[in-house]
């Protein structure tokens, strides 16, 4: 059963940094790809960043520049850095996997239907 807990949510001000850490289990970690997503309220899931098992990174123009995905097998757990965090990046930050078998461009990696595993979410808040 695949799972997947992800922590690191906080209260921050503007400019702050924060490390949300995403740990998986109960599947062959290598073999998937991890995305983050987040979801305000009253607005749509949407893609921030995303890492395949072979380590191809994608960043949501949006946040370009203020983030860093990267994975760690032997942890089985996926780290997203913010940095110069904004008010407008307050949502519930979401871990998602899929099993890449037919291969890592079979997905988009930006979309919310390419991936069937997710987590309970992490709040994030930034506020003044």
Not at 8 to 32: E, H, I, M, Q, T
Not at 110 to 128: C, H, I, M
Request: glycine fraction near 12%.
């Amino acid at each position: 059963q695949v799972t997947l807990v992800e922590s690191g949510g906080a209260l921050v001000r503007p400019g702050g940094s924060l490390r949300l850490s995403c740990a998986a289990s109960g599947f062959k970690f290598d073999n998937y790809g991890v995305a983050w997503f987040r979801q305000a309220p009253g607005k749509e899931r949407e893609g921030v960043s995303a890492i395949s098992g072979g380590g191809h990174t994608y960043y949501a123009d949006s946040m370009a520049g203020r983030l860093t995905i990267v994975r760690d097998g032997a942890q089985s757990t996926v780290y997203l850095d913010i940095n110069n965090l904004k008010p407008e990046d307050t949502a519930v930050y979401y871990c998602a996997a899929r099993n890449e078998m037919y291969g890592e461009s079979s997905y988009d990696p930006t979309s919310a239907e390419s991936f069937d595993s997710w987590g309970q979410g992490t709040q994030v808040t930034v506020f003044s």
